[in-house]
């Protein structure tokens, strides 16, 4: 191992233990204000931009922090251990800028990423529509090119960052005939402008105080030169490998989900007496515990996998489903047997633990369902594995 090498990791490892403390005497002393209010926390976007939060995978050629994605991944799991939602704030803005960073020109490259990587312009991924969830190739929003211009016309929904961020990576059917489906869809980085609706923001059980909106675009022109890559027809793949990183964020925030419900339950089993002794003498609520801190450190495992071969350049479509889907149930999972842990008093707002819970199921649903994730990785084995 190289000096170089040595003093990077030992910089990442810093930057994590800084994000942790930040965390801890930030997010935790006013994440049950925002939450409850539903109040988007406009201070702790500011907090984020300071500590480069915005800029955390982009490359240091465009005033980024470059971390590795096992350093980001590790990032996330400390912010959602305390309070899931702003995790949401730069993830979906990170993965346009990694698609931008992998797939771009030059020319778009040099105009976004260092605003991005500052937090000056901060951006989301338009991919979901009302009839088109998991199955993108179902999308009807479409871009039809009018001299140096698309005019793009239809709607998106679940949009994270969208009302208070700048722009979206919007996927579009630029040959909407086209066979198959695929070869038809573009990406075109979309600035907010006339014709670009925010609908409003959308009423959520959990991940409250975030700009999750509905969007509608009304013959709203795009220069052809924010086609991202400069050529038509590459949308669903460049989408492809930004849902890698997506789904390791995901996996990442369940599991920071399920670390923070553990760190919770196994405190409060030590405060609470029931029956003549701390309830964590309880042969049930052991059992509990053991199989809690079980999934995190798994979870944690399957994350450090993906991360490390997203971080080589290598295919890990497989891993990642992996990574998402075990971080997902274990944040779901713990949040529910910290909740019956910490029994009648869980279902109070006085104590955060019934937070968790409302964010967990999300994270079972974004990024691809859990139930398309269990196909992509049966198929992906069976493709590794032929006999």
Known sequence: MTTETTRSAADEHEFVDAVEAWAEKELRPVARKYDLADEYPHEIVEQMKELGLFGATIGEAYGGLGLSAWTYAQIVIKVASVWMAPSGIFN?????????????????????????????????????????????????????????????????????????????????????????????????????????????????????????????????????????????????????????????????????????????????????????????????????????????????????????????????DLEAAMAKLAGSEAGAECAQQAMRIFGGYSYSVEYEIERYYRDAMLMCIGEGTNEILRQVIAKQLVDRHRI
């Open 92 to 316: 979906s803005h990170l993965i346009m800028a990694a698609a931008i960073e992998r797939n771009g020109t030059d020319a778009q490259k040099a105009a976004y990423l260092p605003r991005m990587a500052s937090g000056e312009y901060r951006g989301s991924i338009g991919l979901t529509e009302p009839n088109a969830g998991s199955d993108l190739q179902a999308i009807r929003t479409v871009a039809r090119r009018d001299g140096e211009h698309y005019v793009v016309n239809g709607s998106k929904t679940w949009i994270t960052n969208s009302m208070h961020g700048h722009g979206t990576l919007l996927l579009v059917k630029t040959d909407p005939q086209a066979e198959p489906r695929h070869k038809g869809m573009s990406l075109l980085i979309a600035d907010k402008g006339p014709g670009f609706n925010v609908v409003g923001k959308l009423k959520k059980m959990g991940y409250r105080a975030i700009d999750t909106c509905e969007l509608t675009f009304e013959d709203y022109r795009v220069p052809v030169g924010q086609l991202l890559g400069g050529v038509e027809g590459k949308g669903f793949v460049q989408t492809a490998g930004g849902l890698e990183l997506g789904r390791i964020n995901v996996g990442a925030r369940g599991a920071g989900i399920a670390e923070g419900a553990f760190k919770h339950a196994l405190r409060y089993a030590q405060e609470r007496d029931a029956f003549g002794k701390p309830i964590w003498q309880h042969q049930a609520i052991q059992l509990k515990l053991a199989d809690m801190a079980t999934q995190v450190e798994g979870a944690k495992l399957l994350l450090q996998q993906a991360a490390t071969k997203y971080d080589r350049g290598e295919r890990c």
